[in-house]
């Protein structure tokens, strides 16, 4: 991963490597092997994981077709 600095702004530059490296998960995967997770778990956490994608996914879809209404908060995001 790579991120220049302009100007010699310093600043800049963290911020923009934070926001990537948070879009890349790698925060996450730091917490997760900071300690040992047992099997059930990590299998617990995956399932989790898989249902909570899933009903993001559900949810996308919904919109997409009209079925559920987008708050006006949620219009203005996109």
Partial sequence: MQVL????NVEQALRVLK????REGVFREMRLREHFEK????RT???ADAVRRARKLMRKKLE??????VSPS????R
């Fill in 39 to 42: 099997p059930s778990e990590k």
């Fill in 19 to 22: 926001k990537k490296l948070q």
């Fill in 45 to 47: 956490r995956e399932k």
């Fill in 74 to 77: 949620k219009k203005g995001q």
């Fill in 64 to 69: 997409r077709e009209g079925a559920v209404a």
């Fill in 5 to 8: 600095v302009r100007d010699n």
